[in-house]
């Protein structure tokens, strides 16, 4: 009779391999930001800036887009009824630079939720041929839009999606913001993405979307998913569905984020999506975190206690995938090799996300920047 250890291992390792190609798949394919010369048409490009409470930071990403080499845009901004500074910060820009125009956002609808609000407003001012959705905490080399614009034009995307390098400083940022890209460069494989239109090879960063107006406008806009808490993936899947050319890109060292600036920060963002990026299934994500569990926690503990060669291979084969999907990003051994073996801090944080998410579900749900979040 196999021993419930033994199925443990053959299973662990099954997907742990599985998962091991895919990576390895995506460091061969996986397409990176790269500087380019601006594109010859020159058309009018719409950046859409939804802004709730982003005093501490609004101006430096203001800064970064008009410093762009690509200088056909339009950067409008929604003051989403902020009670801090953010409004007068994005009136001083205006009066410098009339390419920045604010607008005042109206009171949030019932089944509605508010960043989708924001940039369905948004989105009925633009007047570009193409229109990027981006957040007020996203920074930008000055030759990035151009880079973004040129793999527009060579892929034909009908939406192009970016993974920014996220900047991390405390300690809970470092150990859960970078696992986010970790599930898209282990579990994801780009070639699916690119080349199947099966919406399940789905995936979007709402941080950076770069639409064309045509395709925006056929799926139905923010109207078509204004109570979507991922609506980023949501997008990806309708313009599968139509028959749009879906194409997502490493941002490398060209396009910047820091979502978070604590660990308490981190907790509330990450609990107010994570259900949601499980389907709104507690089944589902306890499930993912028993996963994770199997897979880059007790690994560790029985490499510990009982330390022969099949739960060695598991272990450095846990180590070996984190590793990998590091290296798709950055490239750099040492740095890769580090966050794998802090995997284990990871995935106990996430469960307290995890735990925090299922709370809110059947509770009355987060608060995010001053009002509900779900």
Known sequence: MISPLTIYLIVAGFFLWIFILTAISNLFFYPHLQSASNPEDGFLLSIC???????????????????????????????DQSTDQTADIVT????????????????????????????????????????????????????????????????????????????????????????????????????AVHFLPWPIFAAANGQVLLFTKAQYRAIGGHQAVKNKIV??????????????????????????CRMYQAWSEV????????????????????????????????????????????????WVSAIFLRFLSEMIAERQPVKAFLHALTMPLGVILMTRIALQAVWWHY?????????KAL
């Open 49 to 79: 800036i939804p802004a709730r409470n982003e005093a501490d930071g609004i101006s430096q990403t203001i800064f970064s887009i008009l410093a762009q080499t690509y200088e056909n845009f339009e950067l409008l901004i929604l003051d």
């Open 92 to 191: 001083g820009w205006a009066k410098r630079d009339g390419r920045v125009k604010l607008f005042r956002g109206e009171p949030l609808p019932e089944k509605w939720l508010g960043k989708n609000w924001a940039c369905h407003q948004l989105s009925q001012h633009a007047r570009g041929e193409m229109v990027l959705f981006t957040d007020a905490d996203v920074t930008w080399k000055p030759e990035a839009l151009a880079a973004l614009l040129a793999h527009q034009r060579k892929t034909q995307a009908a939406l192009l999606t970016v993974w920014p390098n996220q900047i991390t400083a405390t300690w809970g940022e470092r150990l859960v913001v970078p696992l986010m890209k970790f599930a898209i460069f282990s579990y994801l494989p780009i070639v």
């Open 231 to 256: 609506e980023d993936v949501a997008f990806a899947q309708a313009v599968k569905r139509s028959g749009g050319r879906l194409r997502m890109v490493d941002g490398g060292s060209l396009i910047f």
């Open 267 to 314: 907790l509330k963002g990450f609990g107010k999506n994570i259900l949601a990026g499980h389907g709104n299934s507690v089944p589902f994500l306890a499930t993912s975190t028993i996963w994770h569990w199997a897979a880059f926690v007790v690994p560790w503990i029985l490499v510990l206690v009982w330390p022969v060669p099949a739960v060695i291979f598991i």
């Open 363 to 371: 509770g009355e749900g987060p608060e995010w920047k001053g009002r």
